[in-house]
């Protein structure tokens, strides 16, 4: 688990809340993107308030706003052109919530998903998997790994993946393909090269609007299947990635690992939501965009061993470099009162505007043993961050040499348990300016964390319990001051804290009994705020819920019944609200309750070859808004999926 601090390190010596979603896991559940392994995930909230198809994944208060593939960052916005990673290329997914600044640089103090991708595998094995479920969704996998030569030391793997689907939405359908390719060779007995591909194709034509909000602020409680959007919305996507990873071992345990990540993505947006900006009638937002999107990415380290003061120490040091390049392509009209039952607009090309971002970082990480149950982790992070805008919002901001800073202390109580505190921090550049016209100072999150952690049967099952608090420092607040040299002037005083608890238990109870889940509370709210100083103490997002609890089990019968297995899972969450005002000028409070969802799954293994599964997902059928609106202006209503069950065959051999 490297993810945190890139040491190699177990659950129990990550000084902060971890989880890692296994394959196996991802099996057993039936997920197939990103979306579904946030839902699985304790203290990890999915956020649609603005809209189905525009996902926002949060932890701990604050919007998770980068994915890694193998270690790499890649920026990520969810609300725009973030696509969500199809997991049938991927071995496991590792999650570090808090604070993350040491190996992702620039961000939010919410939490780190580092995707790792499937490598070939040293025997030759092909897997067919099929599955159909409700509402027409079917779905086709081919995973096939094979040596490439006699000796073993070439090897190769290829993945194939088709989806096809309609939704409990009325004439809402989704497409989704993928093709990965990855290849690895032994060039000698220390260095491994390992070269991969991957294209992804994503189309969907329901991603943007939800349901109105009456005028009074009431939930209309629409059918299910209402579906606010018109046929001719869609959104198409395609990325093609390449990625590259070098691992040279070198002399005194050391090695040196240098990986690569190049991705081009393809977007074109054609959507629309219901909305009352006119008049308070209802009619229609229309708008149009296509994105040409490119994330380059390079890390680099060099990690071992070194004695000093009698004792063995481990030290990481390297440097990495991303780039984000989006163009933007503009369409007219964008209208805010586009009639309700009007056909598609003539959309026409405009302008354009691109926004490129280089960041360039070196990093260093040390684990010291003080004493045979005392470890000292220090890491520090240099980074130089530059920022152009051009087109219809042309500027750029720059920082240079912004220290990021890592420290943790675990304690072994015993062969089983440790305790820990630990601090790690993260930086947003931001493009509000002073009196002077200089771009504020960089918004840094510090996360502060205590706990204790339990290792058990041989690390097969391990168990968490973490207090946190969170602060974002250097919010930028609107100032009024004479003479501002620009449209609107701020400075560098706001300030919001997350703080709670993080609870988790995941792994083996016995051979045949899998656990994983948690509880997390996190109160968000407003510290200070000298603009609007009624927000302090207020909770800062009242559509994210405070309390999440989530608990999946998984049990292989043994003996007469040794072929079956059943599982489920349970999600809960607090309630949801927003407070706004309603059409004769009061304030109306919009709630979704708490509310619990249940799953089930049974598995059926006929031979060595087939396997049969059924999962059964919300199965007491319970409606609930998974998002709520914030406006009567603005749709912002949307059903969480009624019960709904998908069917399984895989084939290997």
């Not at 177990?10 to 392994?37: F, K």
């Not at 025997?123 to 040596?147: C, F, H, I, M, N």
Request: negative net charge.
């Amino acid at each position: 688990m490297a993810t945190a601090t890139k040491l190699p390190l177990t659950l129990r010596e990550t000084p902060q809340a971890v989880t890692v979603i296994t394959r196996q896991r991802m099996d057993d559940q039936a997920m197939t993107s990103i979306n579904d392994v946030v839902k699985a995930t304790p203290g990890l909230f999915l956020n649609f308030s603005s809209g189905p198809g525009r996902e926002a994944y949060t932890s701990r208060g604050f919007d998770i706003d980068n994915l890694m593939y193998d270690g790499i960052p890649t920026g990520y916005n969810g609300v725009s052109v973030g696509a969500q990673p199809n997991l049938a290329m991927f071995d496991r997914v590792e999650i570090v919530r808090g604070a993350t600044g040491l190996v992702t640089g620039a961000g939010n103090p919410s939490a780190a998903i580092n995707l790792i991708r499937k490598r070939p595998l040293d025997e030759q094995k092909v897997t067919l998997t099929g599955a159909a479920g409700s509402w027409d969704d079917y779905r086709g996998e081919l995973d096939a790994s094979s040596p490439l030569n006699d000796s073993g030391t070439w090897r190769g793997r290829v993945v194939t993946s088709y989806r096809d689907a309609n939704g409990f939405i009325d004439k809402a359908k989704e497409d989704h393909g993928l093709f990965y390719a990855v290849t690895e060779a032994d060039l000698s007995e220390d260095t491994t090269l390992t070269l991969g591909f991957s294209n992804q194709k994503d189309k969907t034509n329901y991603f943007w609007g939800s349901s109105m909000v009456g005028q009074d602020g009431h939930h209309l409680n629409l059918p299910r299947s209402y579906n606010p959007g018109t046929t001719w919305e869609n959104k198409d996507q395609e990325i093609n990635t390449v990625f590259a990873e070098l691992r040279q071992r070198l002399a005194n345990d050391w090695k040196l690992q240098i990986n690569a990540n190049y991705a081009e993505q393809d977007a074109l947006f054609s959507g629309s939501y219901q909305s009352r900006w006119v008049n308070n009638s209802l009619a229609r937002t229309v708008y149009q965009a296509s994105y040409d999107e490119n994330q380059a990415g390079v890390d680099a380290f060099a990690s071992g061993p070194f004695q000093a003061f009698g004792r063995t120490h481990e030290l990481v040091v390297g440097a990495s470099r991303r780039i984000y390049d989006m163009t933007t392509h503009n369409y007219s009209p964008y209208n805010l009162n586009w009639p309700l039952t009007a056909g598609k607009p003539d959309f026409v090309h405009t302008t354009n505007d691109r926004d490129v971002t280089t960041q360039d970082g070196v990093y260093l990480t040390t684990r010291l043993s003080l004493a045979d149950p005392l470890k000292l982790i220090l890491g520090a992070r240099l980074d130089w961050y530059d920022y152009d805008a051009h087109g219809s919002n042309d500027g750029d901001y720059h920082v240079t040499r912004n220290l990021t800073r890592y420290a943790g202390l675990i304690y072994d109580l015993d062969d089983h348990h440790s305790v820990y505190v630990s601090y790690s921090d993260i930086f947003t550049p931001q493009s509000d300016k002073d009196s002077t016209g200089t771009p504020l100072k960089p918004i840094v999150g510090k996360n502060y964390e205590v706990g204790i952690k339990g290792e058990y049967l041989g690390g097969a099952l391990n168990a968490s319990v973490a207090l946190f608090r969170v602060d974002q420092e250097n919010r930028a607040v609107a100032v009024v001051v004479p003479n501002c040299p620009q449209a609107s002037c701020a400075v560098a005083s706001g300030e919001i804290r997350s703080q709670g608890i993080d609870m988790e238990l995941q792994g083996a109870l016995t051979a045949n009994w899998q656990v994983g889940g948690g509880y997390t509370y996190a109160r968000t709210h407003t510290i200070k705020d000298d603009a609007n100083p009624q927000n302090v103490n207020k909770q800062f997002d009242t559509d994210v819920p405070e309390h999440l609890f989530k608990l999946t089990t998984n049990y292989h019968f043994q003996g007469a019944l040794e072929k079956l297995r059943i599982g489920g899972n349970i999600s809960w969450q607090s309630r949801l609200y927003n407070d706004f005002q309603v059409a004769d000028g009061s304030t109306y409070r919009l709630k979704q309750g708490a509310y619990a969802v249940t799953d089930l799954m049974a598995g059926y293994k006929v031979n060595q070859h087939l396997d049969l599964q059924l999962n059964a997902n919300n199965i007491f059928d319970r409606t609930y808004y998974q998002s709520i609106s914030n406006s009567v202006s603005y749709g912002g209503d949307s059903y969480g999926a009624p019960r709904n069950m998908m069917v399984t065959a895989k084939y290997s051999f």
